[in-house]
């Protein structure tokens, strides 16, 4: 099945420019065209899309993205340094993580002592 660039956009939750940017900065490879010209993205397509998502979502850098898209347009050669690029973001995305749920836990722990003082405060009126 094939989607026209509006379709795409909504199904990968990108706006229509954001998907001609990775276009043009090849992160995508140029879609398939309609008998029309426009661009009929592909099931494939929007799969690589949200694995770019998920991506950008953890923090990995454009330039590494484009790298990572470089190589996988290399085919099963590539396979090594690709691994290679996700297990070090992995690496990272844990350590972004982990900092998070510490501050998560500040924030549980100042909480739960405005939550003490207004019973105090409560308890006392």
Known sequence: MTYPIAEAAH????????????????LIAPP???????RAYSDDDLAWLTF???????????KLMREYA???RQGPV????????????R???????ADLQSSLAALD??????ERIM???????
Do not use: F
């Open 32 to 38: 398939a065209r309609d008998a029309a010209g426009r």
């Open 11 to 26: 199904r990968s939750g990108l706006s229509i420019d954001t998907l001609r940017y990775y276009e043009r900065i090849d």
């Open 109 to 114: 722990y100042k909480i739960d002592n405005y």
């Open 78 to 89: 590539t396979a090594a340094p690709r691994k290679t690029i996700l297990e070090e973001h």
């Open 70 to 72: 470089r190589l996988c």
């Open 91 to 97: 690496a990272d995305v844990r350590a972004r993580i």
């Open 119 to 125: 019973r105090t405060q409560e308890a006392s009126a």
């Open 52 to 62: 770019l998502t998920r991506l950008r979502t953890t923090g990995m850098p454009i």
